[in-house]
């Protein structure tokens, strides 16, 4: 019953910028983490960044210093700026919901994903 929605993906050229944005809404209590990963052609899905509750982030080597995570708690909505961008960064992104179930330990929701394509 949570739904999350992406945008802010597109087109842009390398060394350019791009934010991403995902609003959550539903049935949501407790949030555990919010973040985001990417999954290019022929790779597997892989993390890019996550922010916990308390505000612990987490980056994947390859976008560390060009990445930054943010979130408003109120709002439920997490957002990534992606700067320094590469060709390397060309993927699909999802934004990820970890929160805290019932007789689950945890429950994962996914968006829709959002193309990003980095090329000149």
């Known amino acids: 019953q949570v739904q999350l929605v992406e945008s802010g993906g597109g087109l842009v050229q390398p060394g350019g910028s791009l934010r991403l944005s995902c609003a959550a809404s539903?049935?949501?209590?407790?949030?555990?983490?919010m973040g985001w990963y990417r999954q290019a052609p022929g790779k597997q899905r892989e993390l890019v960044a996550r922010?916990?509750?308390?505000?612990?982030?987490n980056f994947a080597d390859a976008v560390k210093g060009r990445f930054t995570i943010s979130r408003e708690n109120a709002k439920n909505t997490v957002d990534l700026q992606m700067n320094s961008l590469k060709p390397e960064d060309t993927a699909v992104y999802y934004c990820n919901l970890n929160m805290y179930g019932g007789t689950s330990s945890r429950v994962d929701y996914w968006g829709q994903g959002t193309q990003v394509t980095v090329s000149s």
């Open positions: 922010i916990t509750n308390t505000g612990y982030t």
């Open positions: 539903g049935s949501i209590f407790s949030i555990n983490a």
